[in-house]
């Protein structure tokens, strides 16, 4: 008889244990109980019907696999548009610096043409 090693076991509890906390977080954000749940799972089935279920879940499952990929999209876009600002920023600055040490040397020069 073949035995499952422990630590593989302890594994599976500890993600399983994750998983039903993240889904209890979930809802209690949406403060919906067991008997909710089953009800709502219930109608769902008589909606649809048992076999048409994976498929609702399948289409459910791409179309929020979809949205977090534009979230991932829309988030790099705005980190690297704030990089090149940050870019800007530190070439304005950078010419500042220059313009007034350009200032300065021209100042100089004025001084010593002027009699």
Do not use: C, H, W
Not at 21 to 49: P, R, S
């Amino acid at each position: 008889m073949y035995k499952t090693p422990p630590f593989q076991a302890g594994f599976f509890l500890s993600t399983f244990e994750a998983k039903s906390k993240l889904m209890t977080g979930i809802f209690l954000i949406f403060n919906i109980g067991g008997g909710e749940i089953f009800f709502i799972l219930l109608i769902v089935v008589m909606l649809f019907g048992a076999d048409k279920i994976p498929e609702i879940a399948r289409g459910l499952g791409k179309g929020i696999k979809e949205v977090r990929n534009a979230a991932n999209d829309l988030k790099n876009e705005i980190n690297n548009s704030t990089k090149d600002d940050e870019d800007l920023r530190k070439f304005r600055e950078k010419v500042e610096k220059e313009k007034k040490d350009l200032e300065e040397i021209a100042g100089s020069v004025r001084r010593k043409l002027d009699p």
